[in-house]
């Protein structure tokens, strides 16, 4: 059964920090292209990063360029994102997806949203 597991959200003041995990289980996660959204209300939702399953290619949005990190630890079968620098525009619900490898370019897949597997998000506040 696959199954995706998401943590590491809080709240934080602008400026600061958080890395945030998505644990996998029931697949080997190095098989299978990883996306983080966000989704928040009033706003549509957002392909933040994305890394594929071969060749480590990644994507970012504009909006988080310089700022987030996305990484992958195949022995612990988790993939993380390192947000620095948050603002409170980054205030939103954090999900994180999975899906084979297939014709797609990760950025395709990012901004398209072509994940058939999601989490259920954890909460990332930034304010003062």
């Known amino acids: 059964q696959l199954q995706l597991v998401e943590s590491g959200g809080g709240l934080v003041q602008p400026g600061g920090s958080l890395r945030l995990s998505c644990a996998a289980s029931?697949?080997?996660?190095?098989?299978?292209?990883i996306g983080w959204f966000r989704q928040a209300p009033g706003k549509e939702r957002e392909g933040v990063s994305c890394i594929s399953s071969s060749d480590g290619s990644t994507y970012y949005a504009d909006s988080v360029k310089g700022r987030f990190t996305i990484s992958r630890d195949n022995a612990k079968n988790t993939v993380y994102l390192q947000m620095n620098s948050l603002k409170p525009e980054d205030t939103a619900v954090y999900y994180c997806a999975a899906r084979r490898r297939g014709p797609f370019s990760v950025q395709a897949m990012c901004v398209m949203f072509l994940f058939g597997s999601w989490g259920q998000g954890t909460q990332v506040t930034v304010s003062s």
């Open positions: 029931g697949f080997t996660l190095d098989y299978y292209a």
